[in-house]
């Protein structure tokens, strides 16, 4: 078990290496939720209506292209830095934020939260606010970096292999952070949604240097605008992986999933031209029809990162609404305190999660 220093130093990052034009409107939680209206679905029924968006309506976006000055954040405010893998003479971080009385004696749950960005940019300074919003909660939050393609020269198998061996750190490290091993969340949007995805699957990862899946796997899952399918039916696609299929259905969530999964919410905009809303009500119904809890919350006339400003007041409303089904979301599962907030939206009956360990 390595020890938990705040690192002193960061190596100098590696050359950039240029791709074909176009971007992928990243996932920035300082940004974060647009609205329009809202629906939120377990997938009960067996007709999606016009939930279902067809393939054909679909045309994907360019893929995502390297942000020239991106910075690794050696800290973030309100939270504290650890160095969690070394890989070669590179150290990745993850920023903790603790709540108000924490006390390492506490055994609380953990919200894991992974930045997005096509596994090509984003820090975790894209995310740390939803590891600040779990503490404003009462429940200790983590923002993971992991190696993207702009920093790094890395592949979407590393950022997977990075995600999972986060986890297992906070795990291993839970008696000194205050968190319960067997409860932790994980979240992330789009390519962060991705590899949050990745740490609930107790199969071997995609990545050569996978450290394996955390024990025991995530308690929750919560997405937003996921990438989950990364065939050509999705985001990414054999294009994104060096021209190889294979390696795109490897990584592929849907495809290399167990039967039993984490319970799960997914927040996505119907006019998302990034990543198809089909792949999440279609992630949705795989969910629900092996038995597992999957919630869909959609949003009208919103794109990717339905919650950024760039969608105003709309964007703005989203925010909130996704703030507020998260919280029901976790005091159903017992993993938030009841508050005022949780109990102003949509009523679900109480569930109790069943879900495999990785043992």
């Not at 929750?220 to 390696?247: C, E, M, Q």
């Not at 799960?264 to 038995?291: E, M, Q, Y």
């Not at 919630?295 to 989203?318: C, P, Q, R, W």
Request: net charge neutral; hydrophobic share 35%.
């Amino acid at each position: 078990m390595s020890a938990m220093k705040p690192p002193l130093f960061l190596l100098p990052y590696v050359l950039l290496t240029l791709l074909p034009a176009g971007a992928q409107q990243q996932v920035m939680p300082s940004s974060e939720q647009g609205s329009g209206s809202m629906t939120v679905d377990s997938g009960a029924k067996s007709s999606m209506g016009d939930q279902v968006v067809a393939s054909a309506s679909f045309t994907p976006a360019p893929l995502a292209t390297p942000t020239p000055v991106e910075k690794t954040p050696l800290s973030l405010p309100g939270s504290t830095p650890f160095v969690f893998r070394k890989i070669g003479e590179t150290e990745l971080l993850l920023h903790v934020t603790k709540p108000a009385g924490w006390k390492a004696s506490e055994k609380l749950p953990c919200l894991i939260s992974f930045f997005g960005g096509g596994w090509v940019n984003g820090t975790p300074s894209h995310s740390i606010e939803w590891a600040r919003w779990a503490a404003e909660h009462g429940i200790v939050g983590v923002a993971p970096d992991y190696r993207t393609r702009s920093r790094f020269n890395s592949q979407p198998e590393d950022s997977v292999s990075d995600a999972r061996a986060a986890v297992r750190w906070v795990q291993e490290h839970a008696g000194e952070l205050g968190v319960d091993p067997s409860r932790i969340i994980c979240s992330g949007g789009s390519a962060g949604g991705h590899v949050a995805a990745w740490t609930a699957i107790p199969e071997k990862g995609p990545g050569v240097d996978d450290p394996g899946a955390p024990s025991p796997l995530p308690v929750a899952l919560i997405l937003f605008n996921p990438v989950t399918d990364t065939k050509d039916s999705g985001y990414g696609g054999t294009k994104r992986f060096g021209g190889s299929s294979h390696r795109a259905l490897a990584c592929s969530v849907p495809d290399q999933m167990p039967a039993k999964m984490p319970p799960t919410i997914i927040f996505h905009a119907k006019a998302d031209k990034t990543v198809p809303f089909k792949n999440s009500t279609d992630f949705r119904d795989k969910l629900v029809a092996t038995g597992n809890r999957c919630e869909l919350v959609s949003f009208e006339g919103l794109g990717h990162s339905y919650y950024s400003t760039k969608y105003g007041a709309e964007g703005a409303a989203a925010k909130v609404t996704t703030k507020q089904e998260m919280e029901r979301f976790l005091v159903i599962l017992g993993l938030l305190q009841v508050t005022s907030s949780s109990t102003n939206s949509t009523p679900v009956p109480s569930f109790s999660p069943s879900f495999p360990t990785n043992k």
